[in-house]
């Protein structure tokens, strides 16, 4: 790691080899090689103390949640609770019952474009949405404005992937119900100005949605600063378990919302005539919330605290800067996406390959990147490709694999030149 990103980041390197020894999934060997993983935008790894957690919740803490009065359901409250409170404290939300857990992203923001969407937003208002966004993000919008009559508006991107901030500024008026925007583009890395962008949708009244799914686990969150209204992530992309993400929401909008889905503990009474839906956030955890990934997810938010989002990040930043500059060596191989402010994610083409098999050709080196898409083809069809090849590094990512990395795509163009 460079002394620069450390000293911007403003504390002491990564022991990369030390962390690394925590991931047990590691030391897998994959055709003989030793696995590099990079495909960490689409899930990252456990470490073996979130991975002890979740072990230690199943074998000796689990039982269905709340109400009950035995020992094991009063224990895996505490745990399902104690998770909810420490991400509260680190995106910095206000109040505990801003934090709502749902599946993951795409629930967290279903669960907006219904409880808040089709409440709200009605004939002919407006949506606003960029180019760079997941299909997560965009079609329940679609789905909500076919169903509402409201229509969509996109904001453009320059040929590094940046957002036009004068055009997104244009787009804002008193049409626009909602804009939804990602923190960081999955298929380019682009980190967007969302506090900016925030602050002027806010000028005209109307509230934010930031996909963070990307952001989390990369970049310190404080949604009190960016002052957004939601602001969604998943749990498998910063360390965690698959299954459990979360939504935040100011509580005032929250509280406006309808419920997403009905059944149990959403509610406080149920007659064949009414029913009374519970406080914030029970009213939209409806069911046998997903217990074991909550409190696994809470040790997830431990490790990423005690390692430091901040140090994390200036590592990844090395890593991606280093990559970036030796891959701009390899001639008839194109990096799509260029923005100045990037996470750590690294979308190429090689000329006359096929991204699948790009990865197909990496994947024999024991070299792990995705292909493909990335349920982003508004932005592929922006810059008139089909698919990328995507390598996205973690903090435990090394030097050393970015120049398997390289070693991989040079043997790719000797196969198929």
Not at 160 to 174: A, M, T
Not at 180 to 205: K, Q
Request: a neutral charge.
């Amino acid at each position: 790691m460079s002394v620069t990103a450390s000293r911007r980041a403003g504390r002491a390197p990564l022991d990369v080899e030390r962390l690394r020894a925590e991931f047990p999934i590691l030391r897998t060997r994959v055709n003989g090689r030793r696995l590099a993983y990079l495909d960490n935008a689409a899930s990252s790894q456990m470490p073996q103390p979130v991975i002890d957690r979740w072990l230690r919740y199943q074998v000796s803490e689990h039982s269905n949640i709340h109400r009950a009065v035995h020992y094991l359901s009063e224990t895996a409250t505490a745990g399902y609770e104690a998770a909810r409170g420490k991400v509260r404290s680190f995106i910095n939300a206000a109040e505990e019952r801003e934090v709502v857990f749902t599946s993951g992203t795409t629930e967290a923001i279903n669960l907006v474009a219904h409880g808040y969407g089709r409440k709200f937003i009605g004939e002919g208002d407006e949506i606003v949405l960029t180019t760079m966004e997941h299909h997560a993000n965009i079609v329940p919008w679609q789905m909500l404005a076919e169903e509402k009559g409201a229509r969509l508006k996109v904001v453009p991107v320059n040929d590094r992937g940046e957002l036009l901030i004068e055009e997104y500024e244009r787009l804002l008026g008193p049409r626009v119900k909602l804009v939804g925007m990602a923190h960081v583009s999955n298929a380019l890395g682009t980190i967007n100005p969302v506090r900016g962008m925030i602050a002027a949708a806010h000028r005209h009244g109307i509230p934010v949605l930031v996909d963070g799914a990307q952001a989390v686990a990369h970049l310190e969150v404080d949604v009190q600063a960016l002052d957004c209204d939601f602001y969604c992530f998943s749990g498998h992309k910063m360390y965690g378990p698959t299954g459990v993400g979360v939504l935040y929401g100011k509580a005032a909008l929250l509280d406006a919302m309808r419920p997403f889905k009905g059944g149990g503990d959403m509610i406080l009474s149920v007659t064949f005539e009414k029913t009374t839906y519970n406080v914030i956030p029970g009213r939209f955890e409806a069911g046998t919330p997903p217990i074991a990934a909550a409190v696994t997810l809470g040790a997830a938010v431990d490790y990423l605290t005690e390692v430091g989002v901040a140090r994390a990040g200036a590592h990844e930043s090395d890593l991606l800067d280093y990559a970036t500059e030796q891959v701009n060596r390899l001639p008839g191989v194109r990096i799509v996406g260029t923005a100045e402010h990037k996470a750590a994610v690294l979308s190429f083409t090689v000329a006359g390959v096929h991204p699948h098999d790009v990865g197909t050709l990496l994947n024999e080196e024991g070299i792990a990147v995705r292909t493909g898409h990335h349920c982003a083809q508004p932005i592929m069809q922006r810059y008139g490709i089909p698919a990328t090849s995507r390598a996205s590094f973690a903090l435990y990512n090394t030097m050393a694999e970015v120049d398997a990395l390289v070693a991989g795509i040079r043997k790719v163009q000797k196969v198929f030149g």
